[in-house]
């Protein structure tokens, strides 16, 4: 799988909130319990995750259902991008870790479900780019941004893809910079306890694999 480096751009939402959520991998009935108390309501309100819906918790392919409403959206994560590249690809090494890291649950699904699920995924952005209406704009990629300006996103070489969706390198370096050209850069994909603030970036991905709750930013 070739990742594109597409972005998203998501009008200002003038009638409800958006809601941001770290890594959901496939705990769907605990994410929905969790955005209940924070009255979230899809009929006016949207939520954007940072990636890899899928693998680890019991509930992958009701998470890969969410790609089908219009109130939420997703970035490419690692998780989902191993999938592609071991099924639809073929490619043996990325099947094994894959399956190695979560991917079991795919054996109790049909093979006719997968083809859709592989369209999907091929077509999720690298970033999801908007404002809110204070006129704070932010930019949602999985593990990191791998260029000096957010201009640059775009024009992302296949090294800069690849690092924007598994590296840890920026993350364990506690590196305090800012990107430039955009107001916030949220992450998931690196697990740390509670929201994690560097430079003008947040990460918020606590685990959720492991029973903690998500961390959900409300724009």
Not at 77 to 92: D, I, T
Not at 102 to 107: F, L, N
Not at 144 to 158: I, M, V, Y
Not at 169 to 185: C, L, M, N, T, Y
Request: charge should be negative; include cysteine; proline fraction near 4%.
């Amino acid at each position: 799988m070739k990742i594109k480096p597409r972005v998203l751009r998501l009008p200002v939402n003038e009638s409800g909130r958006d809601f941001v959520v770290g890594d959901i991998h496939g705990h769907v009935s605990r994410l929905f319990k969790q955005l209940e108390g924070m009255g979230f309501d899809r009929n006016q309100d949207r939520l954007i995750c940072v990636g890899d819906l899928i693998d680890r918790g019991p509930e992958s392919q009701q998470a890969l259902a969410l790609l089908n409403e219009p109130w939420f959206f997703s970035v490419l994560g690692n998780h989902e991008y191993l999938m592609v590249n071991a099924l639809r690809y073929g490619n043996s090494e990325h099947k094994m870790l894959w399956l190695t890291n979560g991917g079991e649950w795919i054996a109790s699904t049909r093979k006719d479900q997968w083809e859709g699920w592989f369209n999907q995924i091929e077509e999720l952005p690298l970033a999801i780019e908007v404002s809110n209406r204070n006129g704070v704009r932010y930019g949602i990629i999985h593990a990191e941004f791998p260029a000096d300006h957010w201009s640059q996103l775009e024009t992302l070489d296949d090294k800069q893809t690849q690092a924007a969706i598994w590296s840890r390198g920026q993350f364990k370096a506690r590196s305090e910079h800012v990107v430039p050209g955009i107001d916030v850069v949220i992450h998931g994909h690196n697990v740390s306890d509670g929201e994690l603030h560097l430079g003008n970036r947040f990460y918020i991905e606590p685990g959720a694999f492991k029973g903690n709750d998500f961390i959900i930013k409300v724009l």
